[in-house]
């Protein structure tokens, strides 16, 4: 059974940082496009950062260029998710997912696989 894990949330206030976790079981993915993604109350999902297989290329929402950065570890089956500066705007569940087209990262419904979300809370 395939599983995407996610930790490291919490509450912080603004301008502060957490690092986000996403473990991997069931099968490796380090042939994956992976992926975050948030979701606010009420809103849709909102695209945040993904990486390709190797991680030589990263791609990122406007909103969290320049402060935040996805990174992986294929041999941990792994990828994190490093949020520097954190504003009150960023508070969602954030959701880690799995195996995405290389020119659809940013679409939420072409990934096969999502973890079970964390809860982020950014005070002001």
């Known amino acids: 059974q395939v599983q995407l894990v996610e930790s490291g949330g919490g509450l912080v206030q603004a301008g502060g940082s957490l690092r986000l976790s996403c473990a991997a079981s069931?099968?490796?993915?380090?042939?994956?496009?992976m992926g975050w993604f948030r979701q606010a109350p009420g809103k849709e999902h909102e695209f945040v950062a993904a990486?390709?297989?190797?991680?030589?290329?990263?791609f990122y929402a406007d909103s969290v260029k320049g402060r935040f950065t996805i990174s992986r570890d294929n041999a941990k089956n792994s990828v994190y998710l490093q949020m520097n500066s954190l504003k009150p705007e960023d508070t969602a569940v954030y959701y880690c997912?799995?195996?995405?087209?290389?020119?659809?990262?940013?679409?939420?419904?072409?990934?096969?696989?999502w973890g079970q979300g964390t809860q982020v809370t950014v005070s002001s």
């Open positions: 069931g099968r490796t993915f380090s042939n994956a496009v």
């Open positions: 997912a799995a195996e995405a087209g290389l020119r659809t990262y940013y679409r939420a419904n072409t990934y096969r696989y």
């Open positions: 990486i390709t297989s190797s991680g030589g290329s990263t």
